[in-house]
């Protein structure tokens, strides 16, 4: 008996970005390759030419008026910087909120989860965005909960996943759950990309984790610690920066940054040690004592906690050997 063609539906419309709609595409086009068992269609508020964000032109091959929204498996909304204005579109988001209230599975990548938002389809679930958007998306839209931290998450028939690229990790946990993990590994390996990829969003997110001091001594205190991330910060070191009281710094510090200032310095340390770990050949524990952890295993925990990977992990996939030289 011939088994039934999943309908992988991808959304996108003037402005998207296109590794979300072509990495999760091809993933899925891979599988179905091995299996016969996918069926990707692409649709926009009509049908024809889309520009993605970066001007590449691609077909999509339905409209919203013509395409019916019921039968859809898998819905994957496409992010990108025109999703702010594509929620405005009354027909598209009419046929979003259609498709996702009868389809198996709702996901979208990066910025997408604005559009799937604007239909009301998130409402009171945990989602995920790109982390420079999680702010945004969680402001404006109340009724839903949104963690910046993971590659992608799921909440019942709601997937939600990171920037860009992690729409094919997204696409592959898809495949997996669909398929099993032979057929996903077959994929991956043919994609040359992790099954599973470690780690969370913060190992990407440096160093614009942080907003900017708006006074001059919580401007002294913090010029100070990255001046040298690995001296002693503690509250009265950065006090006598400021030319406050540690109180009265802890305050200020909290209100103007929003985190305090212990974990400010952490956070900081933790960069330093990216940055040497990706463009150094230094030991880690050389490192863990020059960025102020003092030992090798207080620099593991600590990445582990903030980064998700361990330090020789994160090493072995963000190393770059310096230009020039003997090859």
């Known amino acids: ?64 008026g013509e395409l019916s929204p019921e039968g859809v498996d898998t819905l994957v909304v496409a992010g990108g910087s025109g999703v702010y204005e594509a929620r405005n579109d009354r027909e598209l988001t009419a046929w979003v909120a259609a498709a996702g209230g009868t389809a198996r599975r709702v996901t979208s990548v990066c910025t997408g989860a604005f559009l799937l938002a604007a239909t009301g389809l998130l409402d009171g679930r945990r989602v995920t965005t790109h982390w420079t958007r999680a702010g945004r998306l969680a402001e404006e839209y109340p009724g839903v909960t949104v963690d910046s931290d993971p590659i992608f998450i799921r909440d019942g028939h709601v997937w939600s996943s990171a920037g860009v690229t992690a729409g094919m990790d997204l696409a592959l946990a898809l495949v997996e759950e669909d398929l099993g993990g032979d057929l996903a590994l077959a994929v991956a390996r043919q994609l040359v990309m992790f099954v599973r990829r470690p780690g969370s969003q913060s190992q990407f997110s440096v160093p614009l984790w942080s907003t900017q001091p708006s006074s001059d001594p919580i401007r002294a205190a913090v010029s100070a610690i990255h001046a040298d991330p690995g001296a002693r910060h503690d509250i009265h070191d950065l ?89």
């Open 1 to 64: 008996m011939k088994q039934r063609l999943r309908r992988i539906v991808f959304v996108v419309y003037d402005g998207f970005q296109s590794l979300d709609l072509v990495g999760p595409h091809e993933v899925f086009q891979q599988a179905a390759r091995r299996s016969g068992r996918y069926e990707c269609q692409i649709v926009a508020a009509r049908p024809g030419p889309v520009r993605a964000g970066s001007g590449l032109p691609v077909h999509a091959g339905h409209g919203v």
């Open 239 to 327: 006090a006598a920066h400021a030319g406050l009281s540690p109180r009265h710094l802890q305050r200020r510090f909290a209100a103007e940054l929003g985190i305090p200032p212990g974990s400010y310095v952490e956070r900081v340390r933790v960069e330093a040690a990216q940055r040497a770990l990706a463009l150094s050949d230094d030991p880690v524990e050389a490192i863990a004592r020059r960025c102020g952890f003092g030992t090798a295993e207080t620099l593991r925990r600590t990445f582990h906690r903030r980064v998700g990977v361990a330090p020789s992990d994160y090493r072995d996939r963000f190393h770059t050997t310096a230009m020039g030289g003997d090859s």
